[in-house]
């Protein structure tokens, strides 16, 4: 993935600009990932109508691929159209992603626990790699390259285990979810610290330890919880 979200207060007035799309992949697709990530970041907010000419323009190409992308994702349900105008987010109350959390705790953490000691030696490389992107994401204060890494590493320790519409499951949850205190964690370097998680992650599955990888889930829900939010965890 070749494009992400870059804050910029001198462009359009909305603080955002989109680094333009390279390679050979479906533009479709790619501004359709590239959207959800700005959404969970957070960087894509709600009471802001978002037009596809002006998307088409940050991402260089033509507004064809962008009209199609926002058209996915309203079928999604993670923006609703304007007509003539373009699309908006929508909002989520805390109810609703208390019930997020709630629904991923049941489904992850007892997955991702028994995961403990039955990883590869080159499953936990990949993994490993996947978390020191994760890591390298947050120091720069890349956002969406964060979202987009860590999206990376849960889908794939998931997709391990071998269930695929539990992985499509969590995927969904994941896309409704916003990141709104991300940038607050940037500017107070707790972003690294929640990242490092993601290493030490590894290391207890890489150690066999099954209780230990269930309590590092728990708190990390509990961190993201409070990321969407954007207040401590409670």
Wanted: glycine share 8%; proline share 3%.
């Amino acid at each position: 993935m070749t494009a992400s979200w870059q804050a910029d207060d001198s462009v359009g007035g909305d603080g955002l600009t989109l680094v333009a799309i390279e390679g050979r992949q479906s533009l479709r697709e790619e501004v359709a990932q590239a959207l959800r990530a700005a959404i969970v970041a957070g960087q894509i907010r709600p009471g802001t109508t978002y037009s596809a000419p002006t998307l088409a323009a940050r991402f260089g190409v033509s507004p064809t691929p962008v009209r199609e992308a926002i058209l996915d994702l309203a079928k999604e349900g993670l923006i609703t159209i304007v007509r003539n105008k373009g699309f908006r987010i929508k909002s989520l109350s805390d109810r609703e992603l208390d019930e997020i959390t709630e629904v991923r705790g049941l489904l992850e953490i007892p997955v991702v626990a028994d995961q403990a000691g039955r990883l590869t030696a080159e499953q936990l490389k990949e993994l490993g790699s996947l978390a020191d992107a994760i890591v390298a994401a947050a120091q720069r204060g890349d956002t969406v390259a964060y979202i987009d890494a860590d999206t990376a590493f849960h889908l794939t320790l998931l997709r391990w285990a071998g269930n695929l519409r539990l992985v499509d499951i969590v995927a969904d949850l994941r896309s409704r979810t916003r990141l709104n205190g991300l940038d607050a964690l940037v500017g107070s370097g707790q972003l690294v610290a929640s990242a490092e998680e993601h290493l030490e992650l590894v290391a207890l599955l890489a150690a066999g330890d099954r209780e230990g990888a269930a309590e590092l889930m728990r708190r990390h829900l509990r961190h993201v919880r409070g990321i969407w939010a954007a207040r401590p965890e409670r």
